[in-house]
C-alpha cells in the first residue's frame, strides 16, 4: 500500500523516550519530535535542564514528561523503561567525550566512556527492546553515533573506538530484532556546536581543522541532526535498519 500523502512525519501517538535530553543533541530532538506530536519523556542527571526542556516543550504546545537519571545506573534504566505507561521509540542520546593523545589516555577516563558510551547504550537498546517485544510494539531504536564511528580523528582514540563498537552493535542488533518488527539505527553527526563540542570549538586551530575537513565548510546544526530522529521515529524509515545515518557534511565521503 502507498502511503498517503499527508504528513508521514506526524508522530501523533507515539510515546518517545529520550536520553541526555537537558542539552545539545538530545535536548534538539526532544523538542522537534514533540513538535512533530510524539510525547517525549526526557532524561538526563540535571534535574534543572530537564525542567527548562520541559516548560520549553510544554509553552511550544508539546507534550513532555521528564525525570533525572544517570544511565550509568543500569538498574535504574531498566527499571524506568519496564515502568514507562507505552514506548515506541528511544533517542538513545546519552554520551562523553573527552579527548586525550593515546600516550595519555588514563584508566579512569577509558573506563567512564566506555561506561557511558557503550555499556549504558547497550542497556538503553536492551531494555527497550525488551519492552518492545513484551508489548508487541514495532518500535524504533536510535543510537546516538557520530562520524568518529567510520573513521579516525585526532585526540579520540577512545571515542573512536566506542562510538565503532556502537556501530557494530546497532548492525547485529538490528539482525537479531528484525523478526520482531523492531528497527535499530544510529545517527551519525559531524561536529556541531552543543555544550558539549563548544569546548573543543573555541581553540581556533582546532575549529579550522573541523571546517577545513567538512566539504560543505560549515557545521551541522543542532536541527538537522534531530531531523534525522524524527525519521527514523516515523512511517518514512519503515524499512531502514541496521544503517547509520551520516549528517556530516561530507567528512566521510573524502
Keep these: 500500500m502507498t502511503m498517503p500523502y499527508t504528513n508521514p512525519s506526524d508522530l501523533s501517538g507515539l510515546d518517545i523516550l529520550v536520553t541526555g535530553a537537558g542539552r545539545g543533541l538530545g535536548k534538539a530532538a526532544a523538542r522537534m519530535l514533540a513538535g512533530c506530536g510524539a510525547k517525549v519523556f526526557g532524561v538526563s542527571r540535571t534535574e534543572s535542564e530537564l525542567n527548562e526542556l520541559k516548560n520549553l516543550i510544554h509553552n511550544d504546545g508539546g507534550q513532555a514528561e521528564v525525570a533525572k537519571l544517570d ?3 543500569l538498574n535504574a ?12 521509540a528511544v533517542i538513545n542520546n546519552a554520551g562523553w567525550n573527552h579527548p586525550q593523545h593515546t600516550f595519555d589516555v ?5 573506563d567512564a566512556m ?6 549504558a547504550t547497550f542497556a538503553v537498546a536492551q531494555a527497550t527492546a525488551r519492552r518492545f517485544k513484551q508489548d508487541g510494539t514495532k518500535g524504533s531504536i536510535v543510537n546516538m553515533s557520530s562520524q568518529m564511528g567510520h573513521v579516525g580523528g585526532p585526540l579520540r582514540s577512545v571515542y573512536c573506538m566506542t562510538k565503532f563498537g556502537l556501530e557494530g552493535m546497532t548492525k547485529a542488533m538490528a539482525v537479531d530484532l528484525a523478526g520482531e518488527g523492531i528497527r535499530v539505527n544510529t ?3 559531524t561536529f556541531v556546536e552543543t555544550p ?7 581553540e581556533q586551530s582546532f575549529r579550522d ?3 577545513g575537513s567538512i566539504p560543505m565548510g560549515k557545521l551541522a546544526t543542532e536541527d538537522q541532526v534531530a531531523a534525522a530522529c524524527v525519521y527514523l521515529c516515523s512511517p ?16 566521510t565521503a573524502k
Design 71 to 73: 544511565v550509568t545506573d
Design 77 to 88: 534504566v531498566r527499571s524506568l523503561i519496564g515502568d514507562l505507561p507505552k514506548l515506541d
Design 106 to 110: 588514563d584508566d579512569t577516563t577509558f
Design 114 to 119: 566506555v561506561d557511558i558510551n557503550l555499556r
Design 187 to 189: 545517527v551519525a553527526p
Design 196 to 202: 558539549l563540542a563548544s569546548e573543543f570549538l573555541k
Design 209 to 211: 581543522f573541523v571546517i
Design 236 to 251: 518514512l524509515s519503515a524499512m531502514t535498519t541496521g544503517t547509520s545515518i551520516l549528517i556530516d557534511g561530507g567528512w
